[in-house]
């Protein structure tokens, strides 16, 4: 595929600059190798002048066998006043052995005199020279005309002699950076317009998010004429972040018609977007468009009605497409078809005339009244179900539980649980410790549970998030937690809510395992 457009993605780079962003060598390697087999053109790796693990990148970088991206060395052009054969950062990017280097260099005159501290005719040397200096080593250059769009509504002549330096001394595109992230869409696209009927170079954009506008400006700019998309996966960056590769790409290919990637690779977007989020230790936006798990998640009873019927009704895009899902929420807004398509996306068939879905649609606007929220609990939503259908007969019954603290002098302190169950005609009765009242308590349960269901070993809390839901009354205020789990191959949320913290944990606890042992039962 000959794309009209170009995938330039600077994750390894730019994307590393925003806070909280850090990949170790070999994460590098790996997104490297997840962007090229997601059909994305350029990866830029790294600046090799700046650090001692990007130079190590670019070195392991060499054994990769990419087959669709080429890989790009970042850095600037030569110093002032030095030529750029004698400039050890230039010496670097042709050291990197890649077979595109990217530059940036000044095309503000604010920046070439207050930050570079030198000349306009000598900003344009350090440009041209080193240009010609990579293209004489036999490599693809790139131009990043830093802060252009400030520049040229500053001074448009000066910005596009930089422009002209770069062309001049052959390099292969002219990427239009919009570094502060403050210009509009309009700006951008007149400017970009501007510059395309001045240059037959292909024209690049470069958009940062400070206005919110990342992609926007990217969208405008290629809308008037640029050819290459330069951004991070999840808008990763430096402040409010770079624009977002995620939202691009689509918009690109399916708003836009513009085939970037191919339709196969388009719906491993969410996937990508996922991997990168993993390997960056964060928690992925579930809001974003397109990939975020919000994305196509329907509350509103009208909406969900509306979309039984027509999926185009509340839907701008299949979220298959881009790998994603539908999703339908259940809550105090919800509508009986809310009820019907949970229920059917969790396997429950239910029948619409019966009183049973009434029933329980009332049951969950009570409960969310008294503060429990089933948005992130689908298994504690499909356990009230087959409850309210006795489908559902509990695996265990609960007798008694304690939890109690001790603490010696200036020792951390232990918490310690006992569980007293029954399961059919057997009880058992069990003490645990922990690093907490529920970690005990969790412990306890468990080890009531494990002889009688032996899979109970497999399952573990992956996260436990406690909520006040009227802080006014202080210590004796309602809590609600919220328990994620896991047995390795799936991942369910439960839900548990009561004026006691250690009350509400139980009830979410329970919740889980007993969804654990209804899946095992079903897949036995």
């Not at 920046?111 to 000349?119: D, M, N, P």
């Not at 232990?414 to 922990?434: D, M, N, P, Q």
Request: hydrophobic share 40%; net charge neutral; proline share 3%.
């Amino acid at each position: 595929m000959n794309p009209a457009v170009s995938l330039y993605d600077t994750t390894l780079r730019d994307g590393t600059q925003a806070e909280g962003v850090n990949f170790s060598l070999q994460d590098k390697l790996r997104i490297a190798e997840k962007l090229d087999s997601f059909g994305i053109h350029y990866v830029e790796g790294g600046w090799p002048g700046s650090n001692e693990k990007d130079i190590a990148f670019f070195k392991a970088a060499r054994k990769l066998k990419l087959k669709h991206a080429k890989l790009a060395a970042f850095g600037s052009t030569r110093r002032a006043h030095t030529s750029a054969a004698k400039d050890p950062q230039v010496r670097l990017l042709v050291a990197a052995q890649t077979p595109v280097v990217t530059i940036y260099g000044k095309s503000w005159l604010f920046h070439v005199k207050e930050v570079l501290r030198t000349t306009p005719d000598e900003n344009l040397a350090m440009i041209a020279d080193t240009v010609r200096f990579l293209k004489k080593h036999g490599r693809e250059v790139i131009y990043d005309a830093e802060h252009f769009f400030d520049a040229y509504k500053d001074n448009s002549e000066y910005a596009l002699k930089s422009l002209a330096a770069a062309a001049e001394a052959g390099a292969d595109m002219l990427v239009l950076c919009d570094t502060n992230g403050g210009s509009l869409p309009g700006e951008v696209a007149e400017i970009t317009k501007a510059v395309c009927t001045v240059f037959q170079n292909p024209i690049g954009i470069h958009s940062h998010n400070d206005g919110g506008l990342g992609v926007a400006n990217a969208l405008a700019a290629i809308e008037n004429g640029a050819t290459q998309v330069q951004g991070t996966i999840n808008g990763y960056g430096e402040r409010a972040g770079n624009c977002n590769l995620t939202s691009v790409i689509p918009n690109l290919q399916l708003k836009l018609k513009m085939p970037v990637v191919s339709e196969a690779c388009l719906k491993h977007l969410v996937q990508l977007s996922m991997f990168v989020d993993d390997l960056a230790n964060l928690r992925p936006d579930s809001r974003a468009p397109y990939v975020g798990e919000s994305a196509f998640a329907h509350k509103g009873g009208t909406h969900v009605n509306a979309v039984s019927k027509s999926n185009h009704s509340y839907e701008h895009i299949p979220p298959e497409l881009v790998g994603n899902r539908r999703r339908v929420l259940v809550g105090e807004l919800s509508g009986r078809s809310n009820i019907l398509l949970k229920a059917r996306e969790l396997g429950v068939e239910l029948n619409p005339e019966d009183t049973e879905v009434r029933d329980i649609l009332g049951q969950i606007k009570k409960l969310e009244h008294e503060g429990f929220e089933f948005e992130s609990a689908d298994a504690s939503f499909l356990l009230l179900v087959r409850r309210a259908l006795q489908h559902q007969k509990p695996s265990f019954e609960l007798e008694e539980y304690h939890v109690s603290m001790r603490r010696n002098g200036d020792d951390a302190g232990i918490c310690e649980a006992t569980v007293k169950i029954k399961i059919g005609r057997h009880s058992a009765h069990t003490v645990a410790e922990g690093d907490g009242p529920v970690n005990a308590l969790d412990g306890a349960l468990r080890s009531a549970l494990v002889k009688h269901y032996p899979s109970i070993r497999k399952v573990r809390l992956t996260d436990y998030k406690v909520r006040i839901l009227d802080s006014k009354t202080g210590t004796a205020s309602r809590t609600r937690v919220l328990i994620e789990s896991t047995d390795g191959k799936t991942e369910w949320g439960t839900v548990g809510v009561s004026d006691n913290i250690i009350e509400a944990s139980w009830q979410a606890l329970v919740d889980s395992l007993e969804y654990h042992l209804l899946v095992h039962k079903r897949t036995k």
